[in-house]
């Protein structure tokens, strides 16, 4: 057996972190993923949510871990869930599962691959990952392509939600041209970290490609004198 080297090891440990609704569904902060997962659902009596998308106003917000124990918690719930790396610009999902990233969703989008075989399962029941794939010179126009609107379609057929992980909203136009196909979009802000103009502006700007908000989710609370664990939640 080959020793594993320390940067490895802490890619190890940091993705076990960042999957604790999957390697902790007992902490205070798995606890707050379901809470997002219940208000989710009471947010949409009318209208079942099937697609969701997760986004930042810029990066290292959080985005791609809520994403990643959102889907983790809907799975667990019974739901079968496909996790989409949407960020075709810097993916991180297959990081965060320790997948592979040959194929994913560009190859789906531009025909190379079927959606059945791009698909990668999980060790957590009822999720599959779909990574980002090769990165394409053009992830705006993949997006918002009828390809794109056909895998919609597609993956609806074989799962009861799709979550996407996209790029931040200020950075470049994929959240947005997302959101408008999109059953609800959810989005990050760091504590102490976002600015509000930042926020405000994010938020104008899905408001304004006619996106469902579902939320708010304040990542990175710092823990109070009662409260020993950071909070996550919804606003």
Excluded: W
């Amino acid at each position: 057996m080959m020793p594993i080297n320390k940067k490895t090891k802490k890619l190890i440990m940091d993705n076990k972190r960042k999957l604790i609704a999957k390697n902790d569904p007992k902490s205070p902060i798995s606890e707050q993923y379901r809470t997002i997962r219940t208000n989710i659902q009471f947010s949409s009596i009318d209208k079942e949510v099937n697609t969701i998308m997760v986004t930042s106003s810029g990066p290292g917000e959080g985005k791609s871990t809520t994403v990643a124990n959102l889907a983790v918690v809907f799975a667990q719930q019974g739901k079968s869930v496909l996790l989409v790396d949407a960020d075709m610009r810097k993916p991180t999902v297959h990081y965060t599962f320790n997948l592979t990233n040959t194929t994913g969703l560009t190859n789906v989008l531009t025909n190379q691959v079927p959606l059945a075989e791009a698909v990668k399962l999980t060790d957590v029941a009822n999720l599959a990952v779909l990574p980002s794939g090769p990165i394409p010179p053009n992830p705006s126009e993949l997006l918002g392509s009828r390809a794109m609107k056909a895998f919609l379609e597609n993956a609806l057929q074989d799962f009861n939600l799709v979550m996407f992980d996209t790029p931040p909203v200020l950075a470049v136009t994929d959240a947005q041209i997302l959101a408008n196909q999109c059953d609800g979009t959810i989005l990050v802000v760091s504590s102490e970290t976002t600015e509000i103009e930042a926020a405000t502006k994010s938020k104008e700007l899905l408001a304004s490609a006619n996106a469902k908000m579902l939320g708010v989710v304040l990542n990175n609370k710092k823990a109070d004198s009662t409260n020993q664990y950071y909070y996550y939640g919804t606003k």
